[in-house]
């Protein structure tokens, strides 16, 4: 029985150790970033690999034949340069709309007080609670029914009915934050509604306003499911859609598929780095009153 506490104190006090040790957490950090980031290398890796070697077993964890004819075939012969074009429409209309409309109302359920402005903010949050797969067939029978179907103007409504309920739920926090007091200066002075929303919110809660544009635009960039089931016109097609492309029924094309990720992953990535302060900011600004 002593053996048994003795055993179960040395644990303890070693466990102990462990989480206090300053280095943990960072042990911790690299261990699940490496996880996280290795399905981007491996990408990355095969991108620049012959056919031969990416089928070769062991597999290489760096190109032994290196070469850019994955990325050459990518954009040269197939369709992704089209596929980006329908990717940018699809989701720069969508985040326009999303951004601006919820703007407008967020900014009259939060900033104005009215008896039922708690259950409605729930029910913008209850519409997102539907599981997007339970939306397809509605969606894609009402559009058939009203000619939409095969259309881009479909795909961005959907997009919308997705994003716009989130985007008001994450903007309402970063709005309520907003001191009332000088919206009440800014009525003295003899300014509308809108005037007030355009020069006296919205420089405030830019940060947040510009996060939530930033996650609707990648939300909407990143849809596969409903494009690849809606749209039956290649020349419509998203380019997480499009890298189907390589895929056919003799085989995959794994170079010029990941080259094509790669290309695909690369804006998000970049702008990320350079925004992730902004958005971590503007998600965190209506958190703290």
């Not at 095969?46 to 077993?57: G, R």
């Amino acid at each position: 029985m002593s053996l048994l506490k003795a055993t179960i104190r040395w644990i303890r006090e070693t466990a102990d150790k462990i989480i206090s040790w300053r280095g943990t957490p960072y042990i911790i950090l690299v261990s699940f970033s490496a996880v996280l980031l290795f399905p981007i290398y491996w990408t990355l890796n095969t991108s620049f690999k012959v056919s031969n070697e990416i089928k070769a077993w062991p597999p290489s964890f760096i190109p032994q034949s290196f070469t850019i004819e994955n990325y050459v075939e990518a954009l040269r012969f197939s369709p992704i340069g089209q596929n980006i074009l329908n990717s940018l429409i699809y989701a720069g209309s969508a985040t326009a709309f999303v951004v601006v409309i919820g703007v407008l109302t967020t900014y009259g359920f939060t900033i104005y007080d009215y008896k039922w402005d708690n259950k409605v903010a729930f029910g913008f949050l209850a519409t997102r609670l539907i599981p997007p797969q339970a939306l397809w067939l509605p969606f894609i029978i009402f559009y058939s029914r009203m000619g939409l179907a095969n259309s881009r103007g479909g795909v961005v409504i959907f997009l919308i009915v997705l994003n716009y309920p989130l985007a008001v739920w994450m903007l309402r926090g970063t709005f309520e934050a907003f001191p009332k007091e000088l919206i009440d200066s800014a009525k003295v002075d003899g300014a509308s509604r809108l005037q007030t929303l355009l020069r006296v919110v919205l420089p405030v809660v830019a940060p947040g306003v510009g996060a939530v544009s930033i996650i609707t635009f990648l939300w909407s960039w990143n849809e596969f499911m409903f494009p690849f089931l809606f749209l039956n016109s290649p020349g419509k097609y998203p380019v997480t859609v499009g890298i189907y492309h390589f895929i056919g029924d003799l085989g995959t094309k794994w170079g010029p598929l990941t080259a094509s990720g790669m290309l695909i992953m690369l804006p998000g990535i970049i702008f990320f780095i350079f925004a992730q302060r902004y958005i971590v900011e503007g998600l965190a600004e209506g958190a703290v009153d």
